[in-house]
């Protein structure tokens, strides 16, 4: 029995909640390679993509190291190299506010000119006013000690992996340009 988060389903709706707001040209900041957890945001911003017959290259993933730094350095990155991505999703809210103090740094103004999502919604990012999928860690949480009580009481239970859904939180990172 196991408790996790269904990270697939959150970068699928960070990237359709942009596109739905009339973004058409979405960059995404992600974590190691070797995280099964970037991979799976990776793997529902790309099927978002996808599904709104939009082109997903190697171009549009810049691969980062989940700290503020990292998203720093993508800011920069975007910035020399005259991308014109509309908005960024990134795969947790210290690399997106990085992001947006890189890109404030050059002159860009969130949401005005790029729009920000992000993933987790720590307090980092409440106090920021970043728009992010929310990881239900108080939920996540109370259900894995709902089951660890049930198995050393003896109970039986059913099924093996419980999955929640994250959810987004909008605040004013994202600007529609419908």
Known sequence: ??????????????????????????????????????????????DA??????PVTNNNVYIGKLNYESG????????????D???????????ALGLWRSLEACGLKVPDDISIVSYDSTMY????????????????AKKGVQMLRAR???????????VLRPQIIERISVKSIK
């Open 152 to 162: 050393i009481n003896g109970d039986r239970m059913d099924g093996g992996t419980v």
């Open 85 to 95: 991505y509309t908005a960024v999703f990134c795969s947790n809210d210290m690399m």
């Open 1 to 46: 029995l196991s408790v996790c988060l269904d990270d697939r389903g959150g970068g699928y709706k960070a990237a359709k909640y942009l596109l739905e707001r009339g973004h058409r040209k979405i960059g995404h900041l992600m974590g190691h390679t070797y995280s099964s957890t970037a991979q799976e945001r990776r793997r529902g911003y790309e």
């Open 125 to 140: 990012a409440q106090s920021a006013g970043l728009t992010t999928i929310s990881a239900p860690s108080e939920r996540l």
């Open 72 to 83: 720093y350095d993508y800011g920069e990155y975007l910035v020399k190299r005259g991308l």
């Open 49 to 54: 993509m996808r599904d709104s017959k939009l």
